[in-house]
């Protein structure tokens, strides 16, 4: 389960804000080893083409895998220049989503490892597999419809963008082929799931 939503997660984050989206969780599809390369190759795909030099925190011991963030998408401007469109993602499989933020990581120790090229305003966010209101229940004082908005304000302020799974199907309804083989598979396991939690989000 946690490689699967690792894996839809990647598919649709790059959906939401329009642009690219890179698998950072640890282990990575493409190969890339511990944090610093890592690092080093999410800036350069933004295009910072200096950040080949750059070098790891000195409090670093070199086993670092990815510090809690699971995914990376950004926008960039005609002009390529920040600042840019960043979102950071946390990806939660399991019950105890609730117990998680990515924001934990992207304000201390994300900005050491990404030193002068990492932006300062960000969108946190959270990807999980079920609704994100699946605890909410109503009362005589308030509608199921008002908890879940009451939930979903509150899930906003401690977790940013919180992308469940209506909206992972909303998002995977664009999802497009990349030209890569595995994405290929991906997708087409992705728009089978979409097509099936559609079906019952509308039973």
């Keep these: ?24 969780g640890y282990p990575r599809p493409d190969g890339t ?21 750059l070098t790891p925190p000195p409090w670093s011991i070199g086993q670092e895998n990815d510090e809690g963030i699971d995914i990376i998408a950004w926008r960039n401007f005609g002009d390529g220049l920040p600042a840019r469109l960043v979102v950071y993602g946390q990806v939660a499989s399991g019950k105890n989503w609730e117990g998680k933020s990515v924001t934990q990581y992207t304000e201390s120790t ?43 304000l509150k899930h906003e302020k401690i977790y940013g963008l919180t992308v469940d799974r209506g909206r992972i199907a909303e998002l995977a309804s664009v999802a497009t082929s990349t030209g890569n083989d595995d994405e290929e598979v991906w997708i087409g396991q992705l728009n089978e799931w979409r097509s099936n939690v559609i079906s019952r989000l509308q039973s």
Excluded at 33 to 53: C, P, Q, Y
Excluded at 127 to 147: D, G, L, T, V
């Design 110 to 152: 994300i900005p050491s490892w990404f030193g002068a090229y990492g932006q300062k305003y960000y969108v946190p966010a959270m990807f999980i597999p079920w609704q994100q209101y699946i605890s909410a229940e109503s009362s005589r004082e308030r509608s199921f419809r008002e908890r879940v908005l009451d939930l979903s």
């Design 1 to 24: 389960m946690d490689k699967i939503m690792q894996m839809i997660a990647y598919l649709v984050a790059g959906r939401i804000i329009s642009g690219t989206a890179y698998w950072f």
């Design 33 to 53: 080893g511990k944090m610093a390369e890592a690092v080093r190759k999410v800036l350069s795909r933004m295009g910072f083409i200096n950040a080949a030099d």
